[in-house]
């Protein structure tokens, strides 16, 4: 059956790459690399089971490893270094746009920054100019309290 699972890897990798020239994914891409180190399994006469534990292997670690790096350098094309999803829990931050009650609004880390943000306790507003703590993330929004009050005083 080797012939029939290389030709199997084949299409598989020319379909991904396809795919990931038509979506811009960048997800196809490293399932492609998962697929040419199948082929590469199967070319040396090794088993489906290893195979498709090296297809796997390696299209995980390829999108864990590249794929933060590859998505921050093409949305950024900027300078500024690639900060991971928690990378901002105990940061400060400048309100934006107004965190609305039970809604959400925009907050600045650093030098520009921005993230959606939602306030820890959902029935508050946090003005626009206030300062925030960054206290985790919930995927690409940050949850915030305010550090400061109305009239400039810490809370």
Known sequence: ???SEIVFWVVA???AIVGEVFTTSFVLVFLAFGGLVALLLAALGLGLPLQVV???AASVASMVVFRPAVLHRLASGSSERYEPRGGIV???AMVTTAIEPDGSGTIRVGS???WTARALY???RIEVG???RVLDT???TALVEATEIEGGERS
């Open 13 to 15: 990798i020319v379909v």
């Open 90 to 92: 105990g940061r400060s």
């Open 138 to 140: 919930d995927g690409l």
């Open 130 to 132: 206030m300062r925030v």
């Open 122 to 124: 959902p029935g508050k």
């Open 1 to 3: 059956m080797g012939g």
């Open 54 to 56: 090296g297809f796997v």
């Open 112 to 114: 520009g920054e921005f």
